[in-house]
């Protein structure tokens, strides 16, 4: 009677356990695609933004449901992995969150030997939490990149192509500041992506964001990591060589959370920093 006792009791908690999983399994409900598997260069930051919160307001599904939802998903909880990893092995700095005048809060960087105490980005994590994040590009802090000065010389370090941009990772528009960290060559269709000049669309995905704080009480997390061809991890000599040092891509995931911090939708983009440009 007493095993008896025992094993029901093993069930009932892994039971238990595992309605808990399935409920948490069933918060991320809801995931974009790019809108164009061949070429994600079409899909820009400030239409994802808006289509992220569109799909987070529509009826819940399991995220299981859809095989294409699911590998989201699962590449978004690779980077989330990767960008930990970057800060275990390499360099990591994390005092940027206290500066509260953006919204960067983490960063993850190689220090190279040559030029001295110069420093290469590996990826940035943001969270747009206050609806101050969503008109930080009003204030002077946060002009147009001039290429100039430091910009120019990372550009340099990070050995940017004639026709490059300097470009945010993490754009103004949502609270990404021109520091070191944040700043990369990018050809102009990454950058077309990214800084996403057209029209009024970020500031629909502004509008978009306000009214997703004021109505689910939420935040949008933003995580660009930086590719390169030669950065392998783990090594002994962590140091990206002279020639390798250009990003040859850029991978992003986008994760929108309510109030109760729970992940309602969320989208992962690949851009390739090396495609030919057309002419």
């Not at 039971?15 to 695609?33: C, D, G, M, N, P």
């Not at 598997?37 to 899909?43: F, G, I, T, V, W």
């Not at 500066?99 to 590996?122: C, D, F, M, N, Q």
Request: charged fraction near 30%; charge should be positive; proline fraction near 4%.
């Amino acid at each position: 009677m007493a095993l008896s006792t025992t094993v029901l009791g093993l069930f009932l908690i892994l039971f238990s356990q595992t309605i808990l999983l399935a409920s948490s399994a069933e918060v991320r409900f809801y995931a974009i695609k790019d809108g164009n598997d061949d070429d994600s260069h079409n899909a820009s930051m400030s239409t994802i933004i808006r289509k992220l919160i569109s799909s987070a307001k529509k009826p819940k599904i399991l995220q299981n449901s859809d095989e294409a939802d699911s590998q989201i998903a699962i590449q978004c909880q690779s980077l989330h992995k990767l960008f930990k990893k970057y800060k275990r092995q390499f360099n990591s700095d994390q005092s940027m969150a206290d500066e509260g005048w953006h919204s960067i809060t983490s960063a993850a960087y190689l220090k190279v030997r040559s030029p001295k105490s110069a420093r290469i980005p590996l990826a940035v994590k943001a969270d747009i939490s206050r609806d101050g994040h969503l008109a930080c590009d009003q204030t002077d802090k946060f002009k147009p990149v001039a290429d100039t000065g430091d910009v120019a010389s990372q550009m340099e370090i990070m050995e940017r192509k004639s026709d490059d941009v300097a470009g945010h990772l993490v754009p103004p528009k949502i609270c990404g500041p021109t520091k070191w960290y944040n700043l990369s060559p990018m050809s102009r269709s990454v950058w077309s992506s990214v800084a996403d000049r057209r029209g009024d669309s970020w500031s629909e995905a502004q509008a978009s964001l306000k009214r997703w704080r004021a109505e689910e009480g939420g935040r949008l997390e933003l995580l660009a990591v930086v590719l390169y061809k030669d950065l392998k991890v783990p090594r002994r000599v962590k140091q990206l060589a002279e020639g390798g040092r250009r990003p040859s891509g850029y991978s992003f995931c986008y994760r929108l959370y309510d109030r109760s911090n729970a992940v309602r939708a969320e989208a992962f983009v690949t851009l390739d920093n090396d495609k030919v440009e057309s002419k």
